[in-house]
């Protein structure tokens, strides 16, 4: 099986059970057990939730929303990004709490069920295109039986049918860099020296990438010890793009994209081994994500709403002892030496965006 296959199969246990302060029935609703699709988002659970604890709701009208340990969970960010970042040691089942009344607006931005993840889904698809093709108006063209098809493979986990339809939208690809090293050294002796030549030349390659970036100021050596998020303002978010130079005999690595996205921490130092690349990257921190022109029909997304897109929200740290203690994506946590290109075809997700949980020791900064 394909990695990215086993990326789209993935899912997380977890268990659901209802807020007490909701409960109107004796005995109260046994706990929910089921699988969520990392994928997926949380709101597309709801046709699956609302039924089992239905019949002990008090009246009124459903906002439905979930919990984790009193935080109250984004529903804009995929449930497996959720549950690497607010589970450095995981926890299985994932227990969640889930609300059907007093949704905390000032926490979370209006959710209006599958409609409204579908369209969030949509607009990051759109911001993704503008990054990796400088338009999107592959996305802003795209049928509506094309548009349903893409959603449809997405709720369903449906990875060949998702290929069908994405395979239209022409995202650029990143070449594997592996593969590629390999095959020019099998047909190095083959070449001419002009082919070598062309072959030299730097390549480039614009990557949307989405770093959410936890830092604790007290160390620790296991997981089970890192200590709890119970805040969103404890988590920074940088919504940039990964500029990727490839050159001949040097692989950009997973390890110089994260210190292209976290400049401010990982400035004279590395904490790769520097003899695995040297290739520097530029930063881009000022490019729009999306298109003015290309997005004046249709509301900002939630990422919009709440994030800077392609800007590092400031560090709240001190870059001098900043340690990185781990970084994982879709569960896994990737040696920092592989080549990016692999994380990028391989790991991201269906809106083109790639998702990465660091966990820092860091030094709070003296702020004036």
């Known amino acids: 099986m394909e990695a990215r296959e086993y990326v789209w199969k993935g899912a997380i246990p977890l268990q659901i059970q209802l807020h007490e302060s909701e409960v109107t029935a004796l005995p109260p609703p046994p706990p929910l057990l089921i699988l969520a699709p990392r994928i997926g988002y949380l709101p597309l659970l709801i046709p699956r939730v609302k039924p089992h604890f239905g019949g002990a709701l008090p009246p009124g009208a459903d906002t439905v929303w979930f919990d984790y340990n009193g935080l109250p969970l984004k529903w804009f960010i995929p449930t497996g990004v959720l549950f690497d970042l607010l589970c450095p040691e995981p926890k299985r089942p994932w227990n969640l709490t889930v609300h059907f009344r007093g949704y905390p607006s000032n926490i979370l931005v209006p959710c209006e069920g599958e409609d409204g993840v579908k369209w969030s889904f949509i607009n990051s698809l759109k911001e993704a295109a503008y990054i990796i093709n400088g338009n999107c108006k592959n996305v802003m063209n795209m ?60 390549k480039t390659g614009r990557i949307p990438v989405r770093l959410y970036v936890c830092g604790a100021t007290e160390d620790f050596d296991e997981l089970e010890d890192a200590p709890e998020i119970d805040n969103w303002d404890k ?13 001949e005999g040097k692989y950009f690595t997973l390890g110089d994209a994260v210190k292209a996205l976290l400049p401010a921490i990982f400035t004279d130092k590395s904490f790769i081994d520097e003899d695995v690349s040297k290739t520097e990257v530029e930063d881009d921190k000022n490019a729009p994500c999306v298109s003015q022109g290309d997005n004046q029909d249709v509301s900002g997304s939630a990422e919009d709403r709440t994030e800077k897109n392609c800007e590092a929200v400031e560090p709240l740290f001190s870059s001098n002892t900043a340690e990185l203690k781990l970084l994982r994506i879709h569960g896994i946590e990737p040696q920092l030496e592989i080549p990016f290109s692999w994380v990028v075809n391989n790991l991201m997700h269906p809106e083109h965006f790639l998702h990465i949980c660091v966990f820092l020791k860091v030094a709070r900064a003296n702020h004036r």
């Open 143 to 202: 049928s509506q039986s094309d548009q349903s098809e893409l959603w449809q493979s997405v709720m369903n986990g449906d990875l060949e049918a998702y290929q069908q339809v994405s395979l239209k939208l022409k995202f650029g690809v990143l070449e594997d860099e592996y593969i590629v090293k390999k095959n020019s050294i099998s047909l190095r002796s083959k070449e001419s020296s002009a082919d070598t030549d062309m072959a030299g030349q730097a």
């Open 235 to 247: 988590i920074s978010y940088i919504n940039r793009p990964v500029e990727v130079h490839k050159e």
